[in-house]
């Protein structure tokens, strides 16, 4: 069974710095987009970056020139290199890959279970 499991959330001031991972585990044959979403109380979930099986990524507005997003695909894991934190990045962060496991024709969207992100001002 494929599972994404998500680390490093925690609580940091304004202004530092957390690294987020996130591994697929399972019997996996390929991986294409793996991204990073967060959600606030009260808010929707957003996308906040993904990067394609060919390195390219994409950001939302808010977090360009803070964030970065990268992977290593022979650990199957995408990290989310966040700086320059701020309080409205507190979320409940949560990784997505949209990838095949083996055995199967298609490509399936898979969720971690989220990990909070707390900054305070």
């Known amino acids: 069974q494929v599972q994404l499991v998500e680390s490093g959330g925690g609580l940091v001031q304004a202004g530092g710095s957390l690294r987020l991972s996130c591994a697929a585990s399972?019997?996996?044959?390929?991986?294409?987009?793996m991204g990073w979403y967060r959600q606030a109380p009260g808010k929707q979930r957003e996308l906040v970056a993904v990067?394609?099986?060919?390195?390219?990524?994409n950001y939302t507005d808010s977090v360009k020139g803070r964030f970065t997003i990268s992977r290593d695909n022979a650990k199957n894991t995408v990290y989310l290199q966040m700086n320059s934190l701020k309080p409205d990045d507190t979320a409940v962060y949560y990784c997505n890959a949209h990838l095949t496991p083996s055995g199967y024709y298609y490509t399936y969207e898979y969720w971690g279970q989220g990990t909070q992100v707390t900054v305070s001002s």
């Open positions: 399972g019997r996996i044959f390929s991986i294409n987009d």
């Open positions: 990067i394609t099986s060919g390195s390219s990524t």
